[in-house]
């Protein structure tokens, strides 16, 4: 079952994620995201959300939460999680504000933690929450970044640059796969993000 939750950041351009979109059995649409993919021809399965500008013969989709104590994509992922889906895919998570999408992406970990496998594609690449001993499959040259969620170690084989125990993001920022594969060695939880071309 491929289920991918649209938010409403910017809207996918890339044809990787449109594919994804296209292809989805299950898209469950944040708020402000379903009238832009009722417009571009999709019906979603679901809009989560307070439902406030929804078009009007939408709304029967509607699924209202109305905690406040997290954001449309976290309700959105939720709501599939109490279906019984654990594998998401997050499409239009970024863009348009900044602090948004540093919001967004941080809440890949919480998400695993919880158990939920979600990866977030944007127009650029994707973004992989792990933990502990990883090997990943690359292409040579592919633009690799990892982002430390609490690891007091970490080591690397098949990246240019040896990982280390990072201290900051930007240390684990454009780093490159030597070849056809990567491991990355921790004792917690970090981010890797994939650049679509190498």
């Not at 594919?19 to 009722?38: K, P, T």
């Not at 009007?56 to 959105?76: F, M, S």
């Not at 690359?138 to 690799?144: D, L, M, T």
Request: charged share 20%; net charge negative; aromatic share 12%.
């Amino acid at each position: 079952m491929k289920a991918v939750v649209l938010a409403n950041g910017e809207y996918p351009t890339h044809e990787i994620p449109l594919r994804m979109l296209q292809e989805a059995e299950i898209v469950v649409c944040c708020d402000g995201a379903a009238n832009e993919y009722i417009r571009r021809g999709g019906t979603p399965t679901a809009i989560v959300g307070d439902g406030d500008s929804i078009i009007p013969e939408y709304r029967h989709l509607l699924h209202q939460i109305p905690e406040q104590e997290t954001n449309d994509l976290t309700k959105a992922v939720r709501f599939l999680h109490e279906k019984g889906v654990d594998e998401v895919v997050i499409l239009g998570a970024t863009g348009r504000r900044e602090d948004h999408s540093i919001g967004n992406i941080s809440l890949l970990m919480e998400y695993y933690k919880k158990g939920i496998n979600a990866l977030m594609f944007t127009d650029s690449g994707f973004f992989k929450p792990c933990q502990n001993r990883t090997v990943f499959s690359a292409k040579k040259g592919q633009q690799i970044s990892v982002f430390n969620f609490g690891c007091t170690r970490m080591e690397s084989e098949g990246l240019k640059y040896p990982l280390y125990n990072l201290q900051n993001w930007w240390q684990g920022t454009l780093n490159e796969a030597l070849g056809d594969s990567f491991t990355i060695d921790a004792d917690g939880y970090y981010l890797v993000y994939f650049a679509y071309e190498p």
